[in-house]
């Protein structure tokens, strides 16, 4: 059994990788440790092998989110919990996406008079988010995909401070972050 899988590790050129396994759809444009090439609907891994995944900045770029979900749960080992502490120390998802309610994004949509999503062109990213992900949303998917035990988090990263806290206090930052497990 392997440790940690990080789907979608990104090909450009990131510092750090969260898996022992790192796969991608994309050919890196460095070198990349252990690095797999593959469709995260479509998993090149038995049932049950990872104890935890990475899912981070992948489900707003993807065709079929729920179809991704599931391959992720098949290739999830069962929660297992540390008998004292109750902690869940194995099948572990940990995934972020843009949040859709994020401060800037909600104002730049009452400024246009209507809903622009990220296209890519912003940043000289290669793909656009083709989905846009809230809490319910988010929580709802993951539930018929196989999972519970949700523990959402809001995550500004930037150097506004305190319009990043009533951001973060009210949830409206830049990323919706999402630790659960395999039912």
């Not at 990263?157 to 630790?179: I, P, Y």
């Amino acid at each position: 059994m392997f440790s940690t899988l990080d789907v979608g590790c990104g090909y450009m050129l990131r510092q750090t990788f969260r898996g022992q396994i790192n796969l991608d759809i994309n050919k890196p444009e460095k070198p990349v440790p252990d690095f797999v090439r593959g469709d995260c609907h479509h998993l090149p891994f038995r049932s049950g092998c990872f104890e935890s995944v990475y899912f981070y900045h992948v489900v707003e770029h993807i065709e079929s989110p729920f179809q991704a979900l599931k391959e992720i749960c098949r290739v999830l080992a069962y929660p297992f919990c540390v008998w004292k502490t109750h902690e869940l120390v194995i099948g572990k998802l940990h995934l972020a996406t843009p949040n859709s309610l994020h401060l800037y994004k909600t104002l730049r949509t009452v400024v246009k008079g209507s809903y622009v999503p990220y296209d890519g062109r912003e940043a000289g990213a290669m793909n656009a988010h083709i989905q846009t992900w809230g809490v319910p949303e988010l929580r709802n998917l993951l539930r018929v995909s196989g999972f519970c035990g949700f523990e959402f988090r809001f995550v500004n990263h930037g150097a506004r401070k305190l319009l990043d806290f009533f951001a973060n206090r009210f949830g409206l930052s830049r990323t919706l972050e999402v630790t659960c497990h395999k039912t």
